[in-house]
């Protein structure tokens, strides 16, 4: 137990002996209590329509930061749709690019077409073309030209 006075203590060894004069410190009376003033009606009737605007407005704060929070959580729940849609968009990519490989490959189309019954062309099925002969142009006999048979319309 801790003691918080000098009880325990006797400092007259070592002071003189001489006896010591008490002061007494007065104490202040407290103030009399003022009799409450009544305040006008007017004056209350506007203090009472400040706290009523205060408390609207701060009623006014709190549905707005409730609305904006429920706006942004319906953002953020989208956002999340979206990227859940992204994502499953880019798997059904990544499937269908895998799949179109399969299908081009040369080895695959060349297991195709023996299916269907075709074969590597053969040195007798090339035919060359001559093209080292002097253009020609052949016209046709009785038809006339182009301006002879827009003239023949009218």
């Known amino acids: 137990m801790i003691y918080r006075d000098s009880t325990a203590y006797d400092f007259d060894l070592f002071t003189d002996n001489k006896k010591r004069e008490v002061v007494e410190i007065p104490v202040a009376k407290p103030a009399p209590k003022k009799a409450a003033r009544t305040q006008p009606a007017a004056r209350t009737f506007k203090q009472r329509a400040v706290a009523v605007c205060a408390v ?20 953020v729940d989208q956002i999340g749709r979206a990227q859940k849609k992204i994502e499953t968009l880019e798997s ?26 075709m074969q590597k062309m053969s040195a007798a099925q090339t035919q060359y073309v001559n093209l080292h002969r002097q ?20």
């Open 92 to 117: 059904e990519q990544t499937r269908l690019q895998v799949e179109l490989e399969e299908k081009i490959s040369f080895t695959n189309m060349e297991t195709t077409a023996k299916q269907l019954g």
């Open 135 to 154: 253009d020609e142009s052949e016209v046709l006999s009785g038809q006339g030209g182009l301006t002879a048979q827009i003239w023949d319309l009218f």
């Open 56 to 75: 609207a407005a701060v009623l006014l704060l709190v549905v707005a930061q409730l609305h904006c929070q429920l706006v942004n959580s319906e953002t």
